[in-house]
């Protein structure tokens, strides 16, 4: 059987790092990478254009391109995972709201649709009750699937300013930032003990919020579906070997069953922040990686 080269997106993680430089391999695939800084630029040509062959991929955007049929599949890979609390925060000189009390107010997020932004909010209306609708969310960038319209609680500015210009300039009240979390004093969370409280949510539901997963584009799927098995073995493998004894909170997950709960609890969070145009279920959007996948998803 001749190796399939397949045009992957992966960023250097831990667990990609063996895969990344060639030392794990698979004689069905090979997993031409792309070298893509940061990784979110890829997601847009990934969506709209099936630019890779294999791809990581934010939930959030996984999620709405299989809403609105974009050619895309999901596995059931995790690849980046994080605690979000803490990515709400405010800027000292400008004065800090309380969590509770931004109805009202004004928050910047690079998207409406970043990952991040959408499990912010969803803790806000868990532990605060806080109605994102009531909330203006300040965005700079589109949405990564060209079908998705932001609701119209978002405004979106023109030209370069980004928004950790709007937090400094006061033009929001508070930004939700994530691996661009700037340092210093100035910066306070919005929501106290924000550590105590992800690990007790992690406790209470068995896994860290999900930021990026891993997609393959339909054609490869169909054109060449021994190599993108040969590749989630792969991923499989690596994480295996970087995480493998792991406990406690994990960046990474694997499996259908595994994943379904998670997937599903993701779904609802984006449905109460508009981000879908319908109800989906983790069966349904699981459900062509099944089929390529069978026993050896779980």
Known sequence: ??????????????????????????????????????????????????????????????????????????????VASRFQRSCLIGYRPNGVPAAQALAGRRVG???????????????????FGVDARQVTWVTHDPAHVAEYHNPPY??????????????????VDAAILGNDLPAGDDYLPLIANAAARDHAWWRQHGFM???????????????????VRAAYALLRQADAEANGQLEGPRQTLFGFERLHAPV???????????????????????????????????
């Not at 978002?154 to 030209?159: A, C, F, K, M």
């Not at 993701?266 to 279920?281: K, N, S, V, W």
Request: hydrophobic residues 45%.
């Open 109 to 127: 997020v690079r998207a409406y649709t970043q990952t991040t932004g959408m499990w912010v909010r969803a803790h806000l209306a868990e532990d």
């Open 209 to 227: 919020p999900i930021n990026h997963m891993v997609v393959a584009g339909r054609d490869a799927v169909e054109q060449r579906p021994g190599a």
């Open 154 to 171: 978002v405004q979106t500015v023109e030209g370069d300013r980004r928004t950790l210009d709007m937090l400094h300039g006061g033009e």
């Open 264 to 298: 599903q609890f993701t779904i609802d969070a984006c449905l109460q922040q508009d981000l879908l145009p319908r109800r989906l279920t983790s069966d349904e959007v699981f459900a062509p990686a099944r089929a390529l996948l069978g026993a050896d998803g779980n």
């Open 1 to 78: 059987m001749s190796t399939s080269v397949l045009k992957t997106v992966l960023a250097d993680y831990p667990h990609t790092r063996a895969l990344r430089e060639g030392s794990m391999a698979h004689p069905d695939v090979d997993l031409r990478f792309q070298q893509v800084e940061p990784v979110h630029k890829a997601f847009a040509p990934m969506v709209r254009e099936q630019a890779f062959d294999l791809c990581e991929l934010a939930i959030v955007t996984a999620l709405q391109a299989i809403a609105h049929g974009r050619p895309v599949v999901l596995l059931p890979a995790v």
